[in-house]
């Protein structure tokens, strides 16, 4: 079992297979996108899998795949029949927007993916167009329903709460009503070195805190005779290995989930690390530390792998301090 510096366990890994992607979202990229990483510099297909086999053996069991939109890599099929094949690998799951999801879905399913989390967070296509600057929401709600309909389980949406951008919170909160689906609200994060942080220009007033959004929409569902929200069933809870706090409103098939990450930051209990595409491990989204597993794969040193995450582990920080700003913007970090 995997350990950082502060004791905490260790056991989930997110891996960005790539920083290209087919939106250009606002907090995620500037608009002329990004200068994408030659073929030599990110890592292999069979790179990952090295990496992911040696993680194993110290006690990493959960692995999440994100990118940019992981979904335009080629071989992400292969990929993720190679992880889940791995001794040790307990889940496999995957983060996109979903645009490519209707076309990939049943092969992604039968590599062993387990479950996908869809980024979704406006349902106004005016809105949804002007966020991602080249994406259309139909492609996105037809990923959703093709995910239900292969069977990822769970299905989980994935919206990033910007206050000053047209989001229809009770349209979220119905879909949970009427469909097996987690919508889980993330609170808008600080990630980039931008201008304004990011090209959505981050800033304090834009962070809705998730205690105020659960009352917000506590009191539209009421409004709107779905009842009022209360604390989800254990038992009922999406699997996962992620921070949000569920709630679900009454008779509803699916929950509806919070992530706190500026306004109750849960850093006590982070059990994760990122790999970005180019081979580097992060202790922490906000920590610009960062220590190379490329060139010890290459050189083909086992060992020196290890060093790297074990490193990675004991540079852990304890909190992210409430951080304004990274040296690298989302899409290069991975989602």
């Not at 989930?12 to 907090?27: H, P």
């Not at 600057?133 to 959703?144: E, K, M, W, Y």
């Not at 987690?182 to 304090?204: K, T």
């Not at 982070?270 to 906000?286: K, Q, V």
Request: glycine share 8%; charged share 25%; net charge negative.
């Amino acid at each position: 079992m995997a350990t950082d510096g502060l004791g905490r366990t260790i056991d989930y890994l997110r891996i960005s297979v790539t920083d290209k992607c087919n939106y250009r979202c606002r907090y995620c990229m500037p608009a002329e996108g990004v200068t994408p990483l030659s073929h030599r510099d990110i890592l292999s297909i069979e790179e990952i899998v090295e990496f992911v086999r040696i993680a194993a053996t110290e006690g990493i069991a959960h692995i999440r795949i994100t990118g940019g939109e992981p979904l335009v890599r080629k071989g992400i099929v292969d990929l993720i029949r190679q992880i889940a094949s791995l001794e040790g690998i307990k889940s496999l799951a995957l983060t996109t927007n979903a645009a490519l999801l209707p076309s990939m879905a049943d092969d992604l399913k039968a590599a062993g993916l387990n479950r996908v989390n869809i980024s979704l967070d406006t349902f106004d296509p005016d809105a949804f167009a002007y966020l991602t600057r080249t994406g259309n929401v139909a492609d996105a709600l037809a990923g959703i329903e093709k995910a239900l309909e292969v069977g990822f389980d769970p299905v989980k949406v994935n919206c990033v709460v910007i206050r000053s951008l047209k989001q229809d919170f009770l349209e979220f909160a119905r879909m949970t009503v009427e469909k097996p689906i987690s919508v889980r609200f993330i609170e808008f994060m600080p990630v980039g070195s931008q201008a304004g942080v990011n090209d959505a220009g981050w800033n304090e007033g834009d962070v809705v805190p998730s205690d105020e959004l659960r009352q917000t929409i506590s009191a539209l569902t009421a409004a709107a005779g779905l009842g009022e929200l209360a604390p989800a069933d254990p038992a009922k809870q999406p699997q996962g290995n992620g921070p949000a706090s569920y709630w679900q409103l009454p008779d509803a098939q699916g929950s509806i989930g919070f992530i706190s990450s500026r306004s109750n930051h849960f850093c006590s209990t982070c059990n994760r690390l990122r790999l970005t595409a180019d081979g580097f491990l992060r202790p922490c989204l906000f920590s610009d530390k960062e220590f190379s597993v490329k060139e010890p794969l290459r050189a083909g040193s086992e060992d020196g792998v290890r060093a790297a995450l074990h490193s990675a582990l004991d540079e852990k920080p304890d909190a992210h301090h409430n951080k304004v700003g990274t040296e690298r913007n989302m899409s290069k970090i991975g989602g």
